[in-house]
């Protein structure tokens, strides 16, 4: 158990529907970062936030937005869904940024099944 | 360009026989880390090792040594004595130093132990 959890575990949904993803980062870990994996893509970054802050954005359609709230936990929004957007989405944590100790703690992910 | 490339799509080893997994990285910058990800069919991302670019020495943790040639750009994990349970797809990835501390991943290699 890594100590970040994800919910919910599974989601289906249809198209041109939104989702919200949440993310709990382990315990003193100020960093979360979202990834996709989809088997056509591979695993991407989508997004990083650092005490609330935006930080660094990778590969997130405009349809998807994330925020992080005060108690550090964060959202990930998806709309307008399509078919596409299936894939596993995970949240990581890191108490740093660099160096030691910025290693990345995955969650057990977000199966999201678009129809 | 592809920033991680691993170049073995599947392997099979033998249970307590060593495999070697391999990733080359393309980075221009000189502060940068490698991490080693371990992924079984039930989804979640798993850390197993980090080297930083400045680290002399290769890391170790446990069965996981990581193979690091700077030159060479070559980042490759050996697992030794393989178990049943390290049968799973695993990912080697990079950090770069530039301030945007994503992880940029290879496209994962499954290794199946055989019993």
């Known amino acids: 158990d890594s100590g970040v959890t994800q919910t919910p575990k599974h989601l289906i949904t249809a198209t041109g529907q939104r989702v919200t993803l949440r993310c709990s980062p382990r315990?003193?870990?100020?960093?979360v970062y979202w990834y996709q994996q989809s088997l056509d893509q591979g695993l991407q970054f989508l997004i990083q936030?650092?005490?609330?802050?935006?930080?660094a954005k990778g590969n997130i359609l405009e349809r998807f937005s994330a925020q992080q709230f005060p108690d550090l936990h964060s959202e990930l929004n998806l709309s307008s869904l399509e078919l596409g957007d299936s894939a596993l989405y995970f949240c990581?944590?890191?108490?740093?940024?660099?160096?030691?100790?910025?290693?990345?703690?995955f969650g057990p992910g977000t199966r999201l099944t678009v129809l | 360009a592809q920033k991680i490339t691993q170049t073995q799509p599947g392997m099979f080893v033998q249970e307590k026989e060593a495999v070697t997994l391999d990733c080359t990285y393309d980075t221009s910058d000189q502060s940068y880390g490698l991490f080693w990800y371990k992924q079984p069919s039930s989804g979640e991302m798993i850390f197993l090792i980090y080297q930083g670019s400045y680290d002399e020495q290769n890391a170790t943790e446990g069965r996981y040594s990581l193979n690091f040639q700077k030159a060479r750009k070559s980042a490759n994990l050996v697992i030794s004595a393989s178990q049943l349970g390290d049968s799973a797809m695993y990912f080697c990835a990079m950090r770069e130093g530039r301030g945007d501390y994503k992880l940029s991943f290879g496209a994962g290699t499954t290794v199946t132990v055989r019993a």
């Open positions: 990581a944590s890191s108490v740093r940024l660099a160096g030691v100790g910025s290693e990345q703690f």
């Open positions: 936030y650092y005490n609330g802050e935006e930080r």
């Open positions: 315990s003193g870990d100020l960093s």
